[in-house]
């Protein structure tokens, strides 16, 4: 399964749009402010499943240069709306960049990746930031794969499944690795494993 081409997620995604994106006014993510500390002023980031457009909202005002992409036309289109700038639409596999972003920041996103692909998305991401560039994503966990009453697939990782992708696609330095429960779309809350990690200088 290929879930950039997933059908069942795509389409949720395409046609729950405007009722998804509302559920995200004004709720920025958790980690956003401290790893925004991490970045130099004016720092170049990539954003990985934008979704409506808060956090990269939040981080353009914060003075940052922000690419914000989504791989759903009517999320990226909504998102637009709200930022009053281009979204560019695109998927993990179509991410081509070499050394261009200082950050790559992918908020509840790179969760809907299959277990076996991720390890290639990463090296994606590894490969599109400069030297010494940091990297952000937080997964819903659990542990074993599968898909949410809504029929989106998520990889539902552990947090050695999390480190153990990140050491098979590229030489990160792992900054942190952090574990909390947190709500979702569905409003049930459960586990989440969030990861910072830096490309070596």
């Not at 009453?149 to 952090?178: K, M, Q």
């Not at 779309?185 to 070596?200: C, E, F, H, N, S």
């Amino acid at each position: 399964m290929d879930t950039a081409r997933d059908r069942a997620t795509l389409d949720f995604y395409s046609a729950s749009a405007p009722v998804y994106v509302a559920s995200g006014i004004g709720r920025v993510s958790r980690h956003l402010a401290s790893f925004l500390d991490l970045l130099p002023p004016e720092a170049r980031v990539l954003e990985l499943g934008c979704g409506g457009g808060r956090d990269a909202e939040a981080m353009i005002a914060a003075g940052f240069e922000v690419d914000p992409t989504d791989g759903t036309p009517e999320i990226a289109r909504k998102a637009e709306e709200r930022l009053g700038r281009n979204v560019r639409v695109m998927r993990f596999d179509e991410l081509d960049a070499v050394e261009v972003y200082d950050a790559v920041w992918a908020s509840a996103s790179l969760l809907h990746v299959p277990r076996e692909a991720l390890p290639q998305i990463l090296a994606l991401v590894f490969k599109a930031l400069k030297p010494g560039g940091l990297h952000f994503a937080s997964y819903k966990g659990g542990g074993t794969e599968g898909r949410d009453r809504y029929g989106r697939y998520f990889n539902y990782l552990s947090r050695e499944d999390v480190t153990d992708a990140y050491r098979c696609s590229g030489p990160w330095e792992i900054v942190s690795v952090t574990e909390h429960l947190g709500g979702g779309y569905d409003g049930q809350q459960g586990p989440w494993v969030a990861i910072t990690v830096r490309k070596p200088e």
